[in-house]
């Protein structure tokens, strides 16, 4: 089912037909969200919070719950049975730059440029079930709120995954 909607959602991106609904909203209660949502799936897992996230943003609160749950799922589901995935949050000169590290696998130099490609698969992972569209979406919402992602990697000691969005739309 989540293969079936992220393939929907795919193509309505890239047929232009993406659509935010922009409200405003703390962000703390939209990232409790998101970790409720992740731990109901992988309970074993410990997810920390770093830094103030009870802020007022303006955005689309589903699409950035979308994005924080498929960082948050990414971290634990890469981790190499590890445990531990932190979030961390940032806010300076009208920026919310928001960070998922996790002490997993980790992505090569050469592969780390395409994570957020459509369809892109990082070799060492095309055993776990997906399609490679989770990033390829995460990127698509973020870049319609204005913002940017990128990563940070080293093969065998985890990833770093970010975002930034501007605070005021």
């Not at 935010?20 to 992988?42: G, R, W």
């Not at 949050?89 to 994570?115: F, M």
């Not at 204005?146 to 093969?155: C, L, P, Q, T, Y």
Request: charged share 25%; net charge neutral.
């Amino acid at each position: 089912q989540k293969m079936i909607s992220e393939l929907y959602e795919s193509t309505k991106i890239n047929s232009g037909h993406m659509q935010l609904q922009i409200s405003e909203f703390n962000f703390f209660d939209a990232i409790k969200e998101a970790i409720e949502t992740v731990e109901v799936l992988q309970p074993a897992n410990q997810i920390t919070i770093n830094g103030n996230a009870d802020i007022m943003i303006r955005g689309d609160r589903y699409r950035l719950i979308q994005v924080l749950t498929n960082y948050l799922s990414n971290g634990i589901k890469y981790s190499n049975s590890k445990t531990k995935v932190s979030l961390n949050i940032t806010h300076e000169e009208k920026i919310l730059t928001v960070s998922v590290k996790d002490e997993g696998l980790g992505i090569s130099k050469e592969q780390l440029p395409y994570v957020f490609e459509r369809f892109f698969r990082v070799e060492k992972t095309r055993n776990i079930e997906e399609i490679g569209l989770g990033l390829y979406l995460c990127r698509q919402i973020i870049h319609a709120h204005k913002g940017r992602v990128w990563a940070e990697s080293e093969e065998g000691k985890g990833s770093v995954f970010y975002f930034s969005i501007p605070l005021i739309q």
